[in-house]
């Protein structure tokens, strides 16, 4: 088994450019995360899924969008990119609602000039 | 607000000492609560969750738990210089997002030889 995949792993943007980074996970697990890590700033959630075809809002979203049509895939849409976006982005899953152990995948780390 | 704090560190142990790390969080009714090393440059990998009060012990590391004071430890026995990390504990929150999981900013140990 896979886990949690990311791609890509680096990418550099020009400000007003847009990407998709591509999260996918083989562990058929139903909650999937998007989180970003800035320095010293810990992890923030950006977007959350609890099932495919079921999204919503974290604590960071603006300037974000997501999709979730299956269970494996839940890639994060970043639109006109901002110097503000450059960070580390992490895609997570877990399988349970309330034993919610957390499984992280390698992360993008990007950079917006 | 939800909030996790840690001690920023760093937390400097010789190799062979114990290392303890501490965590308090502000969400009364959290149940779950977790602890992720995260080596510079990759991911968050969990190494501990705890669940009820007390200790609980999984090879040389052991997580304690005190809801009544909101504090959560692990502790690193026979500290090695592998365990030079930045340790994040996390922290789910309450109620209806219980699958949702609030960070602290991490504590940065470094195991010297």
């Known amino acids: 088994n896979a886990g949690v995949t990311q791609t890509p792993k680096f990418r550099i943007l020009k400000i007003g450019q847009s990407m998709t980074l591509q999260c996918t996970q083989d562990?058929?697990?139903?909650?999937m995360y998007w989180y970003r890590q800035d320095p010293g700033m810990g992890l923030k959630l950006i977007y959350y899924?609890?099932?495919?075809?079921?999204?919503d809002k974290g604590e960071v979203p603006n300037g974000y969008n997501v999709s979730r049509s299956t269970t494996e895939d839940f890639p994060l849409r970043l639109e006109l990119a901002a110097p503000s976006q450059t960070s580390v982005y992490f895609c997570?899953?877990?399988?349970?609602?309330?034993?919610?152990?957390?499984?992280f995948g390698p992360g993008t780390r990007l950079t917006v000039t | 607000q939800k909030e996790v704090e840690q001690n920023s560190g760093p937390l400097s142990v010789p190799e062979g000492a114990i290392a303890s790390l501490n965590c308090t969080y502000s969400?009364?009714?959290?149940?779950?609560f977790f602890w992720y090393r995260q080596y510079s440059g990759k991911s968050p990998e969990l190494i501990m969750s705890?669940?009820?009060?007390g200790d609980k012990e999984d090879g040389r590391f052991t997580a304690q738990l005190n809801k009544a004071s909101q504090y959560v430890s692990l502790l690193i026995r026979d500290s090695q210089p592998s365990d030079s990390a930045t340790y994040l504990c996390a922290v789910n929150d309450s109620g209806g997002s219980n699958y949702k999981l609030t960070f602290g900013k991490g504590t940065l140990l470094t195991v010297n030889p």
């Open positions: 562990m058929n697990h139903n909650y």
């Open positions: 899924s609890v099932g495919a075809g079921i999204t």
């Open positions: 969400d009364r009714g959290s149940q779950s």
């Open positions: 705890i669940y009820s009060n």
């Open positions: 997570a899953t877990s399988r349970f609602r309330e034993y919610n152990e957390q499984y």
